[in-house]
């Protein structure tokens, strides 16, 4: 019997396993140290392939790591999208990012007025969420429009690069400042505060006084800073340089540099409300797009992904219930629709919320419960044809880089698989399970000063994708052997019965 032939049609399940990735076994790998039995079923089987998730198979810049933003997304388009990162680096690459008229603008006005310009943004070269790549190009482009004063509001990072890592990176900050000719880092504060994205206001107003006003420890270098946290490279205490200590005047220029905007639109939109109660009028731009209340115009503009799941399930009148946990509520909502946060006629939206500053490495089993009771709750509801759902732990625990922590996800993760494929059994349902980029496989990395430490970052590696049938006596699919996230769309459509949609270019694996 034919792939084709054996293939069934009814209602499933999508299940991302969030930063589940495939690599060997080896000790740093969580994911191969911990007992998980049903995931290894499942990757035994023959209805089983492994997917790619980062470099220009998802639309990044060839060996970047993979995302959530980008993973759900082309999980949604069934295509490749060029991603925020991939455009900016194309518009630095033709001299557009430059020459482009909003940042001239800004530039001429500040170099004939005598404002400073204010870039903010994370100091690594993870790929997430900033490069210093960019960084690098703004410096040049004030340089070469003479703005008289640039002052550098460094970030640190240690999540989507190597712990212990932001000395060398804020060093290199200050080489491209002098090759640059212009750029000073003025401030330098920890991800945890700065890009906060849960709300917690409090953090991310140490990071608004840091930037807005200069309040914070005063520190004689950026080294100095970085090496007096006690929490790692997340946690550098809002920090200012004694020598180069600056508030944002009236008449100033800011330039978010992140091209992400996930964890900058708090602090963005906090920062700018600041900026207007005292009275300082700031021109702003941000280089990629960001979902900020305040309408900051961007220099490069994103992506269309119309034409995804979500639209193709619309059109043909098929009933969704979207489940996931805080952490990844977005990425299964407004990301996988296409960056669209509107729910579609037939579409529901749980989001499980659990503590509000949870500490991941005591509970990494999170609010997965929750999620899995949700996820086995709608899959019993017969008039639904598909439940969307993100399982978080694998990758939010991976971030900590606590090994046995992302062990214990990586357990946890296995047994709600399991209950949510008795429930899928019990309602005749397929499953399709996939990661959306790697994490887990992959927990520790050379950093640049050559050592190998702890890492709870992203990985290049493929993704297992499966597909479980209805029932034990449907045959069993052998799926194609090459696969990207972009085959999951038109997968997902065969499985309920639909062609993949006219903007696809992924293909059903079965
Ligand atoms: O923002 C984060 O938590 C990490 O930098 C990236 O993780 P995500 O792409 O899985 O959200
Ligand atoms: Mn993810
Ligand atoms: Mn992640």
């Known amino acids: 019997m034919s792939s084709s032939e054996a293939a069934f049609t009814g209602p499933g399940i999508l299940l991302v396993l969030d930063g589940w990735g495939h690599a060997d076994a080896s000790d740093d790998n969580a994911l191969t140290l911990a007992h998980t039995p049903v995931l290894d079923e499942l990757v035994a089987g023959p209805s089983s392939t492994l ?64 404002g400073a310009l204010h870039l903010v943004g994370l100091c690594s070269d993870g790929q997430i969420h900033a490069h210093v790549g960019h960084l690098s190009e703004l410096l ?63 953090l991310t107003d140490r990071a608004v006084h840091l930037v807005a006003d200069g309040a914070g420890v005063e520190v004689d270098t950026a080294a100095e800073a970085v090496d007096a ?22 008449g100033d220029g800011l330039v978010w540099f992140n091209f992400r905007s996930d964890r900058i639109q708090q602090l963005a939109d906090r920062l700018l409300d600041h900026l207007a109660v005292t009275g300082r009028v700031v021109d702003t731009l941000s280089l990629a797009q960001y979902d900020t209340r305040a309408d900051i115009p961007a220099l490069v503009q994103r992506a269309d992904a119309s034409g995804g799941l979500a639209d193709e399930l619309t059109a043909a009148g098929v009933r969704t219930v979207h489940i996931a946990e ?53 899959a019993a509801r017969p008039e639904v044809d598909l439940v969307v759902a993100n399982l978080a732990n694998i990758d939010v625990v991976g971030h900590t880089g606590d090994l046995a922590a992302t062990v214990t996800a990586c357990e946890a993760t296995d047994a709600a698989v399991g209950r949510i494929l008795a429930a899928a059994g019990d309602s005749r349902r397929w499953v399709l399970a ?42 069993t699919p052998v799926l194609s052997e090459t696969a990207t996230l972009a085959d999951v769309a038109p997968t997902v459509l065969h499985l309920l019965g639909h062609k993949p949609g006219s903007a696809m270019t992924g293909r059903p694996l079965l």
């Open 51 to 114: 997917a790619q998730a980062s470099g220009e198979a998802v639309g990044l810049l060839p060996g970047t790591v993979g995302n959530s933003e980008i993973g759900h997304m082309v999980i949604g388009a069934g295509r490749p999208l060029p991603y925020d990162s991939l455009l900016v680096q194309q518009h630095i690459d033709s001299g557009e990012l430059r020459d482009n008229p909003r940042l001239t603008a800004l530039l001429d006005t500040l170099a004939a007025q005598g």
């Open 140 to 202: 040049a482009a004030a340089a070469a429009r003479q703005v008289p004063r640039v002052w550098i509001h460094a970030i640190t990072d240690g999540r989507d690069v190597a712990d212990g890592t932001a000395g060398t990176y804020l060093a290199q900050v200050a080489a491209l400042a002098e090759t640059a000719g212009t750029g000073r880092i003025a401030s330098v504060v920890g991800r945890g505060y700065a890009m906060d994205k849960a709300g917690n206001l409090d």
């Open 229 to 250: 946290s006690e929490r790692g490279d997340e946690w550098v205490s809002p920090s200012t340089l004694r020598d180069a200590s600056v508030r944002i005047a009236d």
């Open 326 to 378: 805080a952490e990844k509520f977005e990425h299964v909502t407004y990301y996988i629709n296409g960056r669209d946060a509107t729910a579609r006629d037939g579409e529901e939206h749980v989001r499980i919320t659990g503590d509000g500053k949870p500490n991941y490495i005591t509970r990494p089993r999170m609010n997965l419960d929750r999620v899995t009771a949700a996820v086995v709750e709608a």
């Open 434 to 475: 996939v990661g959306d980029h790697g994490n887990a496989e992959r927990m520790a990395k050379r950093a640049p000063d050559g050592t190998v430490r702890p890492y709870g970052g992203h990985t290049t590696n493929p993704v297992p994708l499966v597909i479980v049938p209805p029932t034990a006596d449907t045959p």
